[in-house]
């Protein structure tokens, strides 16, 4: 059965670096999320992506987050600048079409030091 | 805005007995709802969905749930649960009348783990 498979399952970083979530969604999907769940917390929509460009985006995705579909295949979660309270499981989620089941990966856990 | 509450962070229940899983949302839109199940160092995965019609939608594993507009609720139940289902379960609800990829623009509870004892 296609999933959407996401690497790493776990980093952890130094405050400040970069980091890059890769997913790889369902082949044939068209609309791709990220989202995130803070330990403890609610899993929240960071950003929602269509026809290589930013569908909508929560409060929380200022400009240390960018995402990007750099070759039709990944799709890519960069946070610039790390901080501590960037620790979270990061969900990536692809769907086939407008209205279409959403179908998640496993999560990468960011762990921030 | 949307918010989801799930009443119960832990729901203890012993194989074969019936469980229920409460939702209640607020909305000043019309959504629709969906409950997920996380199993452990898995991804979320859709069990159901209300978009419209019967308000009693049945899922996998033998899950069904009811949507209550009066009562802003959509509780998840299961006649006699196992071992298996033992997992953490996730309401979410999104925007009706949104357009495009909104659908897929996700209010999540908090979640409610489910622990089946033999």
């Known amino acids: 059965e296609p999933e959407v498979t996401q690497t790493p399952s776990h980093q952890v970083t130094q405050m400040g670096q970069e980091v890059i979530l890769r997913c790889v969604p369902i082949?044939?999907?068209?609309?791709f999320y990220w989202y995130r769940q803070i330990l403890g917390q609610k899993v929240e929509f960071l950003v929602s992506?269509?026809?290589?460009?930013?569908?909508?985006k929560s409060e929380i995705f200022d400009d240390q987050f960018s995402v990007e579909r750099p070759d039709g295949s990944n799709f890519t979660l960069k946070i610039r600048s790390t901080k501590l309270e960037d620790s979270a499981m990061y969900f990536c989620?692809?769907?086939?079409?407008?209205?279409?089941?959403?179908?998640f990966g496993e999560g990468s856990r960011l762990t921030v030091l | 805005a949307q918010s989801v509450t799930q009443l119960d962070s832990q729901v203890p229940v012993f194989e074969e007995a019936p469980v229920e899983l409460r939702c209640n949302y607020s909305?000043?839109?019309?959504?629709?709802l969906f409950w997920y199940v996380q199993y452990p160092n898995q991804g979320l995965q859709l069990l159901l969905k209300?978009?419209?019609?019967?308000?009693l939608v049945k899922g996998i594993n033998g899950f069904e749930a009811e949507f209550n507009k009066s009562q802003t609720s959509f509780h998840l139940r299961k006649p006699s649960v196992h071992i298996s289902d033992t997992a953490e379960y996730f309401c979410?609800?999104?925007?009706?009348?949104?357009?495009?990829?909104?659908?897929?623009?996700?209010?999540f509870g908090q979640g409610t783990i489910l622990t089946v004892h033999p």
């Open positions: 082949s044939n999907h068209l609309y």
């Open positions: 979410a609800v999104s925007d009706r009348n949104a357009g495009g990829t909104s659908y897929g623009k996700l209010t």
């Open positions: 992506f269509y026809n290589n460009e930013i569908s909508e």
């Open positions: 989620a692809s769907s086939y079409r407008m209205g279409g089941e959403l179908f």
């Open positions: 909305s000043s839109v019309s959504v629709y």
């Open positions: 209300y978009l419209s019609g019967s308000t």
